[in-house]
Nanobody
Framework: QVQLVESGGGLVQPGGSLRLSCVVSGRTLTSAAMGWFRQAPGKEREFVAGINWSGILTTYADSVKGRFTISRDNTKNTVYLQMNSLKPEDTAVYYC?????????????????WGQGTQVTVSS
């Protein structure tokens, strides 16, 4: 059974930074691409960032490009999302997800395992 556990969320002021972590258990991390998604109240879940199985290729939503960085440490079975220059519109529950294959996809249906989510609130 694959399990994903996110951590690192919290309350931060605009312009601040947070680093989210996602620990994967139950299967080797190198067997799949990984992604971060977010969902704000009343909105659909949206793609934020993705990374391929090796960590060489990354993809970002336009809204976070240049501010967020996704990375992975396959030796620790962990995926990270470094979030800088946070804005109030980044407020959402952030989810880590494991892709069905080795390559980055932006569609939620391309991911088969999800974490429980971690709340990120950007407010002064």
């Amino acid at each position: 059974q694959v399990q994903l556990v996110e951590s690192g969320g919290g309350l931060v002021q605009p312009g601040g930074s947070l680093r989210l972590s996602c620990v994967v258990s139950g299967r080797t991390l190198t067997s799949a691409a990984m992604g971060w998604f977010r969902q704000a109240p009343g909105k659909e879940r949206e793609f934020v960032a993705g990374i391929n199985w090796s960590g060489i290729l990354t993809t970002y939503a336009d809204s976070v490009k240049g501010r967020f960085t996704i990375s992975r440490d396959n030796t620790k079975n962990t995926v990270y999302l470094q979030m800088n220059s946070l804005k109030p519109e980044d407020t959402a529950v952030y989810y880590c997800a494991r892709a069905k294959n080795l390559y980055v996809n932006i569609a939620t249906y391309e991911y088969d395992y999800w974490g429980q989510g971690t709340q990120v609130t950007v407010s002064s």
